[in-house]
């Protein structure tokens, strides 16, 4: 926050965040920083760089922080809903604190799919990126143990969604206040307004992180 200009102004950006993140890959021996390394290299369209700009990993930390707090770190199988590139799953891959058997990453256009395996190659078959629509999936017959949807502002109705998902299958549920952004079609006021919308039987946590232009508003607990 502290550069104004870039120095190499007249530099590609696409250049210069491969050479800089396959540096700092060099040095910090990171799996997650020789992937963004690897994303930028192999899928050069791909908008990566607003998949992990600051206010998307500050959210994701805070998530992570909050999961492992109220949930302790180890899950079997844990789907993410609107995965994009697979962020959330390399983040909790890379962190020590939790023992993950498999994440799948869900995602309903299949032009990400490629960039999250690559993202998140280290893993293994331990993840899976999938293309799929969030309202076609059988949640019963595959129930995994941590359904994750961050991105609840994109979704119309969000009970009728959440009525899909079997009792007592464990959520962690992200939304904003962020009215101005075009594709947010079902945003919240406050946090007592997300807590209402999702009416979760259990929570196990509920929170918000203000931002800049906006306040995000968490859930943790079971439908």
């Not at 502290?2 to 965040?17: F, I, K, L, S, Y």
């Not at 920083?33 to 899928?43: E, F, M, N, P, Y």
């Not at 809903?81 to 869900?106: C, E, H, K, Q, T």
């Not at 969030?134 to 502002?153: I, K, Q």
Request: glycine share 6%.
């Amino acid at each position: 926050m502290d550069v104004t200009q870039p120095r190499n102004a007249g530099m590609d950006w696409h250049d210069q965040a491969l050479d800089l993140t396959r540096g700092i890959a060099a040095y910090v021996n990171h799996p997650l920083v020789a992937g963004l390394a690897r994303v930028i290299a192999k899928h050069p369209q791909a908008d990566i760089a607003n998949a992990f700009n600051h206010k998307q990993v500050a959210c994701k930390m805070w998530a992570l922080d909050r999961l492992f707090e109220s949930c302790g770190g180890r899950f079997g199988r844990i789907w993410v809903l609107g995965g994009w590139y697979g962020v959330l799953p390399a983040m909790l891959f890379n962190d020590a604190r939790f023992d993950i058997a498999a994440v799948d990453s869900i995602d309903i256009d299949p032009e990400v799919a490629p960039v999250a395996r690559t993202l998140n190659r280290e893993a293994g078959d331990r993840f899976r990126a999938l293309t799929a629509d969030m309202y076609a999936l059988d949640y019963a017959a595959r129930r995994p143990d941590l359904t994750v949807n961050t991105s609840c502002e994109h979704i119309a109705d969000l009970r009728a969604w959440l009525a899909l998902l079997p009792r007592g299958t464990n959520v962690l549920l992200q939304s904003n206040d962020y009215f101005s952004e075009p594709t947010h079609i079902n945003c919240v006021a406050s946090l007592a307004a997300f807590e209402a919308m999702a009416a979760l039987r259990e929570v196990r946590f509920s929170g918000e992180l203000p931002t800049k232009n906006y306040t995000r508003f968490m859930l943790i607990g079971t439908v």
